[in-house]
């Protein structure tokens, strides 16, 4: 097995031996296996994190269509949250 191919395990025996698991995770994912279905990976805090930082995209105005760009001009917010504004007011950019 490869050192970063992710392992599986049962719940049952995650649970016995979690210390163990743990331990493994830092070197390779954990997948943990309830009824034969897989619902859970642990993973190393750094690997989250990297995941983490993968996960947030930023868009530059480039990449906006002017088609979306109207869209989100013509968006309106739910009045229910207008109380979000008074954190805005003495905003400055």
């Given at each position: 097995m490869a050192s970063n191919e992710a392992i599986k395990v049962t719940a049952a025996e995650f649970?016995?031996?979690v210390g163990t698991y743990q331990d493994?995770?830092?070197?390779?994912?954990?997948?943990?296996?309830?009824?034969?279905?897989?619902?859970?990976?642990?993973l190393s805090a750094e690997e989250y994190h990297r995941l983490k930082r993968r996960d947030r995209r930023v868009l530059g105005l480039g990449d906006v269509t002017p088609e979306e760009l109207?869209?989100?001009?013509?968006?309106?917010?739910?009045?229910?949250?207008?109380?979000?504004?008074?954190?805005l007011k003495d905003w400055q950019p």
């Open positions: 649970h016995r031996n493994i995770a830092l070197t390779k994912p954990v997948t943990i296996t309830k009824n034969g279905r897989e619902r859970t990976v642990l109207e869209a989100i001009e013509k968006t309106e917010m739910d009045p229910k949250y207008n109380y979000l504004n008074e954190e």
